[in-house]
């Protein structure tokens, strides 16, 4: 079983910043991809970035140019900068981690924080 809390967000205000942090824990695991997702009022959940192991970033088409994602493999954190945020940034963010047990039958498996709420708002 794998655990995700996730820290940051609030109230921002527009072209303000955003950093949102993500611990991982739990044992018998390969952490695969890492990343965020989103879920505006109303709206779908979708893809805000995702790092995978050992490879390049890729990031949803609304957040390219403004966010930035980073893991950190020694601590399993994955970390969401924003350096100008936008109100239709406001949205529910979520952890999000895939990966394979690492003991027999091994499995492939998925893993979402509770979710932490961004307001871009003045």
């Known amino acids: 079983q794998v655990q995700l809390v996730e820290s940051g967000g609030g109230l921002v205000q527009p072209g303000g910043t955003l950093n949102l942090s993500c611990v991982a824990s739990g044992s018998h695991f390969s952490f695969g991809d890492m990343g965020w997702y989103r879920q505006p009022p109303g709206k779908q959940r979708e893809l805000v970035a995702e790092?995978?192991?050992?490879?390049?970033?890729k990031y949803g088409d609304s957040v390219k140019g403004r966010f930035t994602i980073s893991r950190d493999n020694t601590k399993n954190t994955v970390t969401l900068l924003a350096d100008y945020v936008l109100p239709e940034d406001t949205a529910e963010y979520y952890c999000?981690?895939?990966?394979?047990?690492?003991?027999?039958?091994?499995?492939?498996?998925?893993?979402w924080g509770k979710g932490t709420l961004v307001t871009v708002s003045s």
């Open positions: 790092v995978p192991r050992g490879r390049m970033p």
């Open positions: 999000n981690v895939k990966g394979w047990t690492t003991i027999a039958p091994m499995t492939y498996r998925e893993y």
